[in-house]
């Protein structure tokens, strides 16, 4: 059982910037990808990005290519969301979730960070 825990949410002015960490446990090794949803209330869950555990291959939502940068620490179990010219749409609760295989659902769950970007 893969356990996420999120951290580094926070109010930011917009234009600033954020860096949201994903730290992971019990069976990283057989990890095919994490990613970094966000959700605002009313809204269905969007993906944001992904990177490959083995190679750190990663993809982007056309809404934040180019202003987020997904990143990840094997050594660590970690992995990064540095998010730079925030906009106060990109408030919303963050959460990092986890896959063993290309072709299964994202089955791991974090609890999810709040992040606030004011006008």
């Known amino acids: 059982q893969v356990q996420l825990v999120e951290s580094g949410g926070g109010l930011v002015q917009a234009g600033g910037s954020l860096r949201l960490s994903c730290a992971a446990s019990g069976g990283t090794s057989s990890l095919y990808d994490l990613a970094w949803f966000r959700q605002t209330p009313g809204k269905e869950r969007e993906f944001v990005a992904r990177?490959?555990?083995?190679?750190?291959?990663?993809s982007y939502a056309d809404s934040v290519k180019g202003r987020f940068t997904i990143a990840r620490d094997t050594a660590k179990n970690t992995v990064y969301l540095q998010m730079n010219s925030l906009k106060p749409e990109d408030t919303a609760s963050y959460y990092c979730?986890?896959?063993?295989?290309?072709?299964?659902?994202?089955?791991?769950w974090g609890q999810g960070t709040q992040v606030t970007v004011s006008s």
């Open positions: 979730a986890a896959k063993r295989t290309i072709v299964t659902t994202y089955a791991f």
């Open positions: 990177i490959r555990w083995i190679g750190g291959i990663t």
